[in-house]
């Protein structure tokens, strides 16, 4: 799945720098994206030591997908997809991007998001999705 996102981020860069007029042709620089998500509760009842059946799956973080979107939110750029521990990190053009849920919930907390991207620079966004379980 990482290598079908790097995949169209590269080729998205490489359409982007395509599209330059000949004489003014420019290098797309690259910045990152990186933060953790998480989600929860997944069950009803929290207990410490978590509950191992009560922590984030892949199928979890597949149902919440977090998309990148043009500033304007009108075209897809990435989609997020975190490692089992939340954590995640994307290349991106430099610029500024729209962060949302792909399906509208009231549950994410700190989205939409609005971040900009410079060139070799790490942005940071964590993101919190309550599930509304209780």
Not at 75 to 97: C, M, R, S
């Amino acid at each position: 799945m990482k290598e079908i996102i790097k995949f169209g981020l590269l080729f998205f860069a490489i359409l982007l720098n395509w599209s330059c007029d000949e004489q003014q042709m420019q290098t797309v620089e690259m910045g990152f994206l990186e933060g953790k998500i998480t989600i929860g509760p997944l069950c009803p009842v929290e207990s410490v030591p978590p509950d191992p059946a009560c922590q984030p799956t892949q199928e979890t973080y597949n149902t919440w997908p977090i998309v990148v979107w043009t500033k304007n939110k009108i075209t897809k750029v990435a989609i997020i997809v975190p490692e089992l521990n939340g954590g995640y990190k994307i290349d991106l053009p430099e610029g500024t991007y729209f962060i949302d849920l792909d399906k509208q919930h009231p549950f994410g907390k700190n989205l939409p998001a609005t971040i900009v991207i410079k060139a070799y620079e790490t942005s940071l966004l964590d993101i919190n999705i309550d599930t509304g379980i209780r």
